[in-house]
């Protein structure tokens, strides 16, 4: 059988080694490459789709042998909460490569650059191995690091330092943890499903790693207070940083936070899941009045992905604590669907201020007006978007965050005031929209171009996927619930 | 005596190695001398080979054939031919050339020495015989920068030295016996095995340049020539930490000795890389940085007889400690001294800059190189050893690393409208340096289960 998933994951790597040695092509031609070879690998990843996932562990295993006296191997392999975050990573993708392909500021590094990073989420959210999952989470970084400081605005080498120094002592308590758990196994391997099988620890050990891993993805997720590298990265970061950050990075936070902290330290985690469920319903309260509080497009929008990411530690805490395991794969459904929706959404709602951005070279919003007169295409797109991440009925997030609130109220029914969130986003981005869209269009922006076709085909796929998730989430739903419905803990 | 000069086959070729380039150079053919060294280093790397699993000692006991000295042959070797070519593209055509070479062989023989140390005797020699050649390699340039370092290098060595001879002399007293493997005799002798300690952790941590011993290295790296500095970088340190290894092997844990080493690994971390914040002299910061990565080996010293990883830890560490560290001071040498010469250098020579990167992140512990797998493994044997703490205080440290390194990263990759002064192209043997030092950082990261195999 073909290694497809091996074969996706290092596809865009061969291709940015390939750029690498195309020192004199022309950047139309770098650009096309990057496009091809992403497309190429949303392919890939379409084609795992296809092959599907089983309810009894992971599906489409690959491993091979790679250091075996310390007990670590190359493995990867999907199962329901991984393999639609490998399709988004690869829609997303695709799609930053096609808004992209305006850079004319080194393209080959960008495109290299952008490719290393796809190769390093693919492989994070198929690793099955811990070393392997953290030596992709670790490249992750440094691609981005690079990718802010090199091609962000004005403030950039600041939040690029940040961003780097910030997610590094975030993420090595994670190597603690996994260290922890790989003493603790018997014999000693690295291999995360035997952990998942059986968690090597017990009792203070197994709290003690929760604590170091909740830390880890606290600060990736971002969950408050650990988030303050985020609003800076993201207004620093170019847009198409911005949609990688936002639409899968940060899911590295919420997929560790299931794969490791909840599969395998499940009692610890249950123990603790109170403090997790407060920590999440404080994150979503806090980043949807932070966001209110802004006058940057950008800022706004990346406020709101605090948010939405606290839902999601609110379903991911509700399955830990929940007894019912139809319960448990409900919060779980919508907490991994809420990850798909959240990078579709806020993907699409970062393209189009990046859009406006290079249109007006401003992001506040006191300074536009009527534009939905001037630029209806970008103007009614980006109202979809706003419409869907407040969690509007029929589009990407309703069905997630239902789930969500249903299994909190099952479970602990004080945590629904998170509710309130919903409330409080549907303010601000009514009040954004009012700003930015309505009312009268001033005489500044009457010469404003609507989308071009590149624009329109970066963010048009997003949007119509956003429907369909909001409409028919099944075809999501029945590859996630086949895992989640099966998890024992 | 047969059997075991032919473990000590790698030492003796060395040896002949430094009778040979000395010849060449009196016959004032420098060129000869540096082929000779070159092919000497190599021969006795290659004959290191077979001896790869043995687990013995020759000479009743005083040297010791085991994975550690063996190891230290087949990475210090290999590093001092690197930093031959080092040398020979800095210094090359100069006056007195061909005494460099002798010098380095001869440092690299006494660290060699040291690696294999079964006996109190065999230290002093590999101190004395590391730190007469150092000397002179330091005060090489002969100006007056040089012979302050060299002064100040060799009236630390002296009077570190000298303690250390004091020190273990408690130590025979106290077993009657020089040799390393009696030590488990000072179990109920706690006030003589802590003052034999607190001299064998003087003489070993001035070489290794472990703080409060430290304050020669950052004025010699300095002072002496940049090949100079990679070299007593990693050579000398290596062995200085192998021996510790060897001695602490046998020291009964009863005299508390982790604990004292665990404090130096914390102080030696913490104070290395918080003093490499400042500097604004590249070589100077890599002097405090190399301080600050002998704390981290520290991490596999203490692990040792409590945790199965350790020697492994320490032996895959110094691999990629040789190897990112060379490569690191080569690109220096092919830039510049000044942090400002390294304005631009990731859009003027962009092979180079890539090379750079991947040193400084491979020395902060990025994976997936060299770096990463030798500092995981020493993570993993300190905890292993009950040192959670320690491994805590090393990870904080090594996102202070980064803070570090990233002062050199920034500047590469800023957009530079002057010109940098360091557009030339560096010397062919400059570029081969760092090349080999970038496959191995790359490769011990990704295939360091070739190294691993020759434990199980």
Not at chain 1, 455 to 462: K, R
Not at chain 2, 13 to 18: A, Q, S
Request: hydrophobic residues 60%; glycine residues 8%; contains cysteine.
């Amino acid at each position: 059988m073909l290694p497809i998933v091996s074969i996706t994951i290092f596809l865009p790597l061969i291709g940015a080694l390939f750029v690498m040695t195309l020192r004199k092509a022309p950047a139309p031609v770098v650009h096309a490459i990057g496009i091809g070879i992403s497309g190429l690998a949303l392919a890939g990843a379409a084609w795992m789709w296809a092959r599907g996932v089983n309810a009894s562990g992971f599906a489409q295993v690959e491993q091979f042998e790679w250091m075996p006296t310390i007990g670590a191997a190359y493995r990867v392999g999907v199962d329901g909460i991984s393999l639609p975050l490998i399709l988004l990573s690869t829609i997303l993708f695709f799609l930053t490569f096609i808004y992209s392909a305006k850079v004319r500021e080194r393209p080959h590094a960008f495109v290299v650059l952008m490719l290393l990073l796809e190769t390093a989420a693919l492989g994070t959210f198929a690793a099955l191995d811990a070393i392997l999952f953290y030596v992709f989470f670790e490249v992750s970084l440094v691609s981005m690091y690079f990718m802010i400081a090199g091609w962000g605005h004005e403030d950039r080498q600041r939040a690029a330092l940040m961003f780097f120094i910030y997610t590094l002592l975030g993420s090595l308590p994670l190597l603690l943890a996994i260290l922890g758990l790989y003493l603790g196994s018997d014999p000693h391997t690295f291999d995360m499903r035997v952990w998942i099988d059986n968690p090597p620890l017990g009792g203070m050990a197994a709290m003690l790693a929760l604590v170091a891993m909740l830390f880890t993805f606290a600060v990736k997720t971002p969950v408050f207070p650990f988030h303050t590298w985020l609003p800076a990265a993201h207004v620093q970061a170019p847009a198409a940083g911005s949609v990688i950050l936002a639409g899968v990075m940060l899911k590295f936070g919420t997929y560790g936070l299931v794969r490791f902290a909840l599969q395998m330290t499940p009692d610890a985690f249950r123990e603790a899941g109170v403090v997790v469920l407060a920590f999440g319903v404080v994150a979503a309260l806090y980043g949807a009045f932070a966001a209110l509080a802004q006058s940057d497009l950008k800022r706004l929008v990346a406020y709101t992905s605090v948010n939405h990411m606290g839902y999601i530690v609110v379903g991911v805490a509700i399955a830990a604590l929940a007894l019912d395991p139809a319960i448990r794969a409900t919060a779980l459904d919508g907490a991994v669907l809420q990850m798909v929706s959240h990078g579709l959404v806020t993907g699409a709602l970062f393209f189009l201020v990046g859009m406006l951005q290079d249109r007006a070279h401003t992001r506040e919003m006191s300074e536009f007006g009527g534009l939905l007169k001037v630029v209806p295409i970008l103007g009614w797109s980006f109202v979809l978007a706003a419409f869907a991440s407040l969690g509007l009925p029929g589009l990407a997030h309703f069905p997630a965050e239902f789930q969500i609130f249903l299994a909190t109220l099952h479970v602990e029914p004080v945590a629904i005031i998170v509710i309130l969130g919903i409330v409080i986003t549907a303010g601000l981005y009514l009040r954004a929209i009012s700003a930015v869209f309505l009312g009268e269009p001033g005489k500044k922006w009457a010469s404003m171009p609507d989308l071009s076709l590149r624009e329109v085909l970066a963010v048009g796929p997003l949007l119509i996927l956003t429907i369909m998730v909001g409409i028919a989430p099944f075809w999501v739903l029945n590859i996630i619930h086949k895992t989640t419905s099966m998890l024992q803990f | 005596m047969e059997r075991d000069l032919a473990f000590m086959i790698p030492e003796i070729i060395v040896l002949l190695t430094v009778v040979f380039a000395l010849i060449a150079e009196m016959l004032r053919q420098a060129r000869l001398a540096f082929v000779v060294t070159l092919l000497g280093l190599l021969l006795a790397t290659v004959m290191t080979v077979p001896l790869l699993g043995e687990n013995t000692s020759v000479f009743d006991g005083t040297f010791r054939i085991d994975m550690l000295s063996i190891w230290a042959k087949l990475i210090l070797l290999p590093a001092t031919a690197l930093s031959v070519l080092l040398a020979r593209s800095e210094i090359g055509g100069s006056d007195r050339e061909g005494t460099v070479y002798v010098l380095l062989c001869l440092v690299t023989l006494g660290a060699l020495l040291l690696s294999g140390a079964g006996d109190t005797m065999l230290l002093v020699l590999g101190i004395l015989l590391a730190g007469l050649g150092s000397f002179a390699l330091v005060a090489y340039p002969r100006n007056d920068h040089a012979t302050e370092a060299a002064m100040k290098f060799f009236v630390f060595a002296s009077v570190t030295g000298a303690i250390m001879i004091f020190g273990l002399s408690y130590w025979f007293g106290g077993t009657g016996s020089t040799q390393l493997s009696d030590l488990s005799r000072l179990e109920t002798k706690p006030v003589i095995a802590a003052i034999g300690l607190i001299a064998v952790i003087i003489g070993l941590g001035y070489k290794a340049s472990l703080v409060p011993f430290h304050f020669w290295a950052p004025d010699a790296y300095d002072g002496a020539p940049i090949s100079v500095a990679a070299y007593m970088s990693v050579v000398p340190k290596l062995g200085a930490i192998f021996a510790l290894a060897q001695v602490v092997r046998d020291l009964p844990v009863s005299t508390g000795w982790p604990l004292v080493i665990a404090v130096i690994a914390v102080l030696t971390m913490t104070y290395g890389y918080l003093t490499a914040l400042a500097q604004s002299n590249i070589v100077r910061l890599l002097a405090y940085s190399s301080i600050a990565q002998a704390g981290y080996f520290l991490l596999g010293v203490i692990a040792i007889g409590a945790s199965p990883l350790a020697f492994t830890a320490l032996i895959v560490f110094a691999a990629a400690y040789a190897a990112m560290n060379l490569g690191a001071f080569a690109v220096v040498m092919g830039t510049g001294r000044a942090l400002d010469d390294f304005s631009g250098l990731g859009r003027t020579n962009i092979a180079m800059g890539v090379a750079m990167v991947v040193f400084l992140l491979s020395l902060v512990g990025i994976p997936p190189l060299a770096g990463f797998v030798g500092k995981f493994l020493l993570f993993g044997a300190s905890i292993d050893a009950g040192f959670t703490w320690l491994t805590v205080v090393a990870i904080l440290n090594s996102v202070l690393s980064l803070a570090v390194y990233l002062r050199i990263v920034v500047p590469m990759y800023q957009q530079n409208d002057a010109a940098p002064a360091s557009a030339s192209r560096p010397a062919g043997l400059v570029t081969l340096t760092w090349g080999i030092a970038f496959v191995f950082t790359l490769g011990i990261g990704l295939a360091a289960q070739v190294i691993f195999a020759q434990f199980s």
